[in-house]
């Protein structure tokens, strides 16, 4: 019954997100401390359970009880994962395919929320730990004409479900917002299209809104546009 209500309470919180009734960063830790402590209280008394009837040689209750533990750990087990690994990945939030001249924001500045995360790129220390973490976030180079890959960035946008805020053409610059599934946590993305030596050449820039890591997330995401690209060759050197 307990761990039934444990799972509720984490369904609720994420569509609570959903549905703006909070915030995606409260759920989240809301979430954190519900599996940490509930998960693990549902487990140790799961074990003292189980020691108490081992101890009197009794059967019964002890297959009920050794479900409830595998429940309680697997709620508590991803949490404690989670904050002693911090996710594998490091804890920055601003992933780009060009860390020496980052795709800049113009429309989305200033509309993020006034307690949304900077748009001014951390610079080399940020860029070190990427590059460390993500060698394959790399610039596309692509023989599209810069109108074309324009077309085809647009199109690769919305078909990864970007909600595609602004867009140019005659500077080939794209601003979108893609948010999470399960808290809804909100993240900016700029698209840059400059013309090369053979085609064009697309850089990408995904922030999130909040949070100091994002678990990998803006990674993904960029890595998820790079792969679904049509027509493209990974930039040299």
Known sequence: MITFLLGAGLLILGAGAHLNLWTPLTAFRLTIALGLYGGGAVAVLSLI???????N??????????????????????VLYLMMTKGGVPPIHDITTDTTTPPQFTFLVGKR???????????ADIARQQQAAYPGIRPLITPLTPEKAFEEAL??????GWEVIYQNRDSGHIEATDR???FNFADDIVIRITPAEQGSRIDLR???RVGVSDL??????LSRFLAAFPATAPAAG
């Open 216 to 221: 990998g997330a803006n990674a993904k995401r």
């Open 113 to 123: 929320g006034k307690d949304a995360n900077s748009l001014i790129y951390g610079g």
């Open 180 to 182: 999470t599934f399960w």
């Open 57 to 78: 040689r009794l059967v019964q209750g002890m297959f009920s009880l050794t479900v409830t533990l595998i429940a309680g750990l697997a709620l508590s087990g991803p």
């Open 49 to 55: 359970g189980l020691a108490l009837l081992s101890r």
């Open 206 to 208: 995904s922030v999130s």
């Open 155 to 160: 199109a690769t946008a919305r078909a990864l």
